[in-house]
C-alpha cells in the first residue's frame, strides 16, 4: 500500500515538510518542479504513516484503496514519476 497524489495538487509542498522519509518528489530545489504539474508520491519509499493527509490544503492525498473511481489513474502516474 502507498499514499497517492492526484491532479488537485497544488504544489504547497506542506507535505514534503511532513513526509518522514522524503518520499514526495519533485521538491522545489530539484531541476523538474515548475515542469511538474503536481507532486508524487514514491511507492516503494512511502511507509503507510498518514503525516502527509492532514496537511493537505486541497484534499488531494489519498491512501491507495480509497482512491476515488475517477482518480484511480494516478496510482499508476505516482508510481510513474520514480520509473516503478
Ligand atoms: Fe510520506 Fe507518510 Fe505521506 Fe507516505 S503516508 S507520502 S511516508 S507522509
Known amino acids: 500500500m502507498a499514499y ?23 521538491k522545489q530545489d530539484e531541476p523538474d518542479y515548475e515542469a511538474a504539474v503536481q507532486l508524487f508520491v514514491d511507492p516503494e519509499a512511502c511507509i ?13 492525498i489519498f491512501i491507495l484503496e480509497e482512491l476515488p473511481a475517477d482518480k484511480a489513474d494516478f496510482a499508476g502516474k505516482n508510481a510513474a514519476y520514480y520509473g516503478k
Do not use: M, Q, Y
Not at 4 to 11: G, L, N, P, S, Y
Open 4 to 26: 497517492v497524489i492526484v491532479d488537485t495538487c497544488t504544489k504547497d509542498n506542506l507535505c514534503v515538510e511532513a513526509c518522514p522519509v522524503d518520499c514526495i518528489h519533485p
Open 48 to 60: 503507510d504513516c498518514g503525516a502527509c493527509i492532514p496537511v493537505c490544503p486541497t484534499n488531494s
